[in-house]
């Protein structure tokens, strides 16, 4: 799989250039509203196209599945593409957001690239091969109780249908942790979870590209990921927690008793 990594390695550098030097001029960029507070700028069509072009070269028979794009057809290996995670940040100048690039195969995850262009941060990971930032190897935190702990989030943004579930979720675990951060871009979330940055993470409903590498990350990291009923349907559910083995279990019998039905 390195040349695979290598190939995700130079388009997420690319387009995190392509992003940097768009970003003295958000002012001027064409912007989309594609739903409720889900906006795409000219910037994350142009990063993907240049993803796209770069895996294509190297890939002509892989799929691809892009947030921008959707899905191309292909083969059994299969391209996640997030080109700009957290856009609203982007947009506003709030220097949080990063390139997303996965690579699945047959369903399981193989490959991991998540590129922060401010902090020339890099995240790679391959399966059974370990979790890097930049040259260091990662592991998850191991904070062993909820006291003193800094949990990662995502707010339900895009629609009102869970925000009372998730207020729960909310209230349960900042009444024990020392701290909840929404920084807004779920990539790096998970990416911080697997340096030991974030001791975990949940979120309900966020898309397949927005987490297929930090997931890989994290479990690289060693760190356990599951959907809230504890199985590994998150990335069809986009229902996640994450963190260390000891931080995943304490979050989620902290998250479980909110719940419902539709969020299963």
């Known amino acids: 799989m390195q040349p695979m990594l290598n190939t995700a390695i130079r388009a997420a550098r690319s387009a995190g250039d392509l992003i940097l030097r768009a970003s003295d001029n958000v002012g001027q960029l064409r912007i989309d509203q594609k739903g409720k507070n889900d906006f795409a700028s000219e910037v994350d069509r142009a990063a993907e196209r240049e993803i796209i072009n770069i895996i294509r070269t190297a890939y002509p028979d892989h799929a691809i599945l892009a947030e921008e794009s959707g899905q191309h057809k292909g083969n059994d290996f299969v391209w996640v593409i997030d080109p700009l995670d957290g856009t609203t940040n982007f947009l506003h100048g709030f220097p ?8 699945k195969y047959k369903d399981k995850l193989e490959v991991a690239v998540i590129y922060d262009p401010l902090r020339d941060e890099l995240f790679t990971a391959k399966r059974g091969g370990g979790a890097m930032l930049n040259s260091r190897r990662l592991r998850v935190t191991n904070q062993t109780t ?14 009102d249908l869970h925000l009372d579930a998730y207020t729960g979720m909310f209230k349960a675990i900042s009444m024990q942790a020392a701290g909840i951060r ?62 260390s083995p000891k931080m995943h279990q304490m979050l989620y019998q902290l998250i479980e008793p909110n719940v419902t039905d539709n969020l299963k």
């Open 146 to 159: 909820m006291k003193g702990a800094l949990i990662g989030t995502g707010f339900p943004f895009k629609t």
């Open 96 to 103: 949080q957001y990063a390139v997303s690039i996965a690579l």
């Open 182 to 243: 929404r920084a807004g871009a779920a990539a790096l979330d998970l990416a911080y979870v697997a340096a030991g940055r974030l001791d975990g993470f949940w979120e309900i409903g966020i898309m397949e590209w927005d987490m297929a590498a930090g997931i890989l990350l994290i479990k690289e990291a060693g760190g356990v990921v599951t959907d809230f009923s504890f199985n590994d349907n998150y990335l069809v559910s986009g229902n996640v927690i994450a963190g």
